[in-house]
Every structure is written in C-alpha cells, then in structure tokens.
C-alpha cells in the first residue's frame, strides 16, 4: 500500500477486484488534523500516493470537501475510469475510457460481508438539540475511530455543512432552501442505506427527525440502539413506545437537554439518564465523558 501525507490530508493507494473479475484501485482519503478540516490553499502543496496504475480505474472513498474531490477527479482522468464511493450504495463511475465499465455504473468494492455492526438511532422532540448533540457526537467518536458515520435521515435540509457554517451565516435560510419533502420512498431508500453503511461501519449514527412517525418502522428495522435527547420530559415515553416496544431496539440512554449549563446523571442502568445542555449551534459543548465511554462500548475502538 502507497501513501502520501499532506498538510491536513493523507492518501492511501490500495488495490481490489471486484467479484465479477474487475480490477480497481482505491484512494483513500484521510483527514489528519484533530478538527478533521482542510483548506482550499492547501491544495498547491498536495502530492498524490506513487504508483498509479493509469491502465486500471480508480475509486476514491473518505471524507473530504467537494472541492477536494474536484480536485483529485481532474487530476485522475488519465486513468482507466474514476468513480466517487458512496458507502451507502457503492462506487459510482462518474469519468471512463474503457469499454465495459460505464458512467452511472455502480461497483460493489471490498468484500461481501453478512456481519452488521451497530446503528444508534438519536431521537426526540424538535428543538431539543437533536441535530447539534448528533454532528457532536460524531466530531468525538471520529478521534477514537475514523470508521463512523452520521447519516442524516430527514428532509428538513439540515445536515452537517449548516452546523459547520461560520457564526455569521444565516443556517436557517440554507435550511428553508434545501428543504425536501417525504414520499413514499424515503425512509426505506434510507433503510437500506444504513444496512449498508452498517456492513462497512463499526458505528452508524442516525438523525431521524422530530416526529414519531409509522413511516419510519423501516428505519426501526435498521438499526440497534436508540438514544433519546429532549426538551420535553412528557415525550421521552412515546420515544420509549416506538424504539423499544415497537422496534425492539435497546435504549442507550435518555438526556433531559437543557439551556441552561449543567450535567447531572440520574441513573447509569439499564441505560443512562442524565439532564445536560446546552446543545446550541456555536456553542462546542463536550460529550459527557461516562456517555462517551457506554457509546464506545458498542463497537471495538
């Protein structure tokens, strides 16, 4: 395996076939600074892994801007073909030169594996901080282990990229602009999404909305484990009846959020309960250590 480390960014070159006899190579991207960010100046100073194999395609899988992956797809268009993994459904094509392989085509790289590694569903009532406790969460189990993923199973245009927005940028105008709308294949196009991810993934965390919703039981039948974060201590049980009782998933913990700065923990069995806060875009709250340390227990570090 060939690597290359930049500033903020490593790559790693590996090679694969695929079951039906293709042979590819994967560019592996990995954001190395402890914020997990890369800027746009230093893309002058990056060296791709040696190696290259031109006559064979070339998937790149990870983490990084679209920009980022601007980049590297312009300088890969000499190769075979170039495609863009997406975890939850494969390696796209998106640039080829050689017969056989097409764009839009979607390659099933790695593997075939039956084992499913947890899925913790995080629900509760709007404005309890479900979306902010979730990107959190996520910043901290990626410095332990690289290998999670925050899959955002709702339409209410609010994802990662508004959360990470600087102080000065109205995140509720992107959100109004890229809202969606719920049909009849939403939730199970997820589902299957997060069985997916769930095969690659030592952890998937899922952001599912604000409503306890019967549309949703596909996502029920998708993940493990549930965690409920609410400002409403009279909607914590409607949460209970729906993931436990109606999805037999096991409960990891219910938080009690808060405007107010505080942390107190109520129980520690047979899940944790705690009141904490507050969860406020801007506001980089940590996750509470013992919270931290039951989550981690659900996958191998």
Wanted: aromatic share 6%; with cysteine.
């Amino acid at each position: 395996m060939a690597q290359t480390t930049n500033r903020g960014v490593q790559f790693k070159l590996s090679r694969g076939r695929t079951r039906e006899g293709l042979d590819y190579q994967v560019l592996a991207i990995e954001l190395t600074r402890p914020d997990r960010l890369v800027s746009p100046e230093d893309l002058g100073a990056i060296e791709l892994p040696p190696g290259i194999d031109t006559r064979v395609g070339v998937a790149i899988d990870g983490r990084g801007p679209i920009w980022l992956y601007g980049y590297l797809i312009h300088e890969l268009h000499p190769t075979a073909w170039v495609a863009c993994n997406d975890p939850r459904i494969g390696a796209i094509v998106i640039a080829t030169h050689t017969k056989g392989v097409r764009v839009g085509q979607i390659l099933q790289l790695g593997q075939v594996t039956d084992t499913l590694n947890p899925a913790l569903m995080v629900v509760g009532p709007p404005d309890s901080g479900k979306s902010v406790f979730s990107h959190r969460l996520f910043q901290s189990l990626i410095e332990v282990n690289s290998n999670i993923y925050l899959q955002r199973a709702n339409w209410d245009g609010e994802g990662n990229y508004t959360l990470e927005l600087p102080p000065d940028l109205d995140a509720e105008g992107f959100k109004a602009t890229n809202k969606g709308e719920l049909s009849d294949r939403f939730f199970p196009y997820h589902a299957r999404a997060i069985l997916e991810l769930r095969r690659q993934k030592a952890l998937t965390i899922v952001d599912v909305g604000g409503m306890v919703q019967p549309e949703k039981q596909p996502i029920l039948e998708a993940c493990t484990h549930y965690l409920i974060i609410s400002s409403q201590r009279d909607a914590v049980d409607n949460w209970h009846e729906f993931c436990r009782d109606r999805g037999n998933l096991t409960p990891v913990a219910v938080i009690h959020s808060s405007l107010e700065e505080v942390e107190i923990v109520h129980q520690q069995q047979p899940f944790i309960e705690m009141t904490c806060g507050p969860w406020i875009r801007g506001q980089s709250r940590p996750i509470p250590q013992g919270l931290m340390e039951r989550i981690q227990s659900l996958f191998s570090i």
